[in-house]
Structure formats: structure tokens, C-alpha cells
């Protein structure tokens, strides 16, 4: 199991409806709207790093309202 931090810019005023949005994804635990350079927190997890990957560019990315995103995935040192 890979899990990893998702931090995402949106467009103005649309940080709340991102969020709820996003916490609707499978494999998304938490997404909380933050402020900050970024305005929504998520965490994820997928089976794979690969699997992430099309979380985050197939189902996050194309949600309306996001303008971009960056993928932190954890690591256990």
C-alpha cells in the first residue's frame, strides 16, 4: 500500500467544494481545505505507485476548480 500527501492549488473561492469533491474519490482518506500556497490537504492511498498515479491525474486533476496539484508520496525512513 502507497500512501502520499496531495497538495492543491484551486481557483479562487473554490477550496470548500474541491475538498468535498475530492473526499468522495475511493482511496482518498482525508481532504481538508487549508490556507496557505495550497488550499486543499489530501491524503491518499492505492495499491501501487502507478495506481496513485491515475488517482491523482485521472480523478483528482479533472475535477473542475483545480488549477494544480502536487503529489508527496510518504515514506518510511
Known sequence: MV????LVQTEAGRAADVAREILAIDGVTQAEDVTGPYDVI???QAED????????????QRLDGIART??????NI
Open 3 to 6: 500512501q502520499a500527501y496531495v
Open 49 to 60: 505507485v502507478d495506481a496513485l498515479g491515475r488517482m491523482v491525474v485521472a480523478r483528482i
Open 42 to 44: 489530501v491524503r491518499a
Open 70 to 75: 502536487l503529489t508527496c508520496p510518504i515514506v
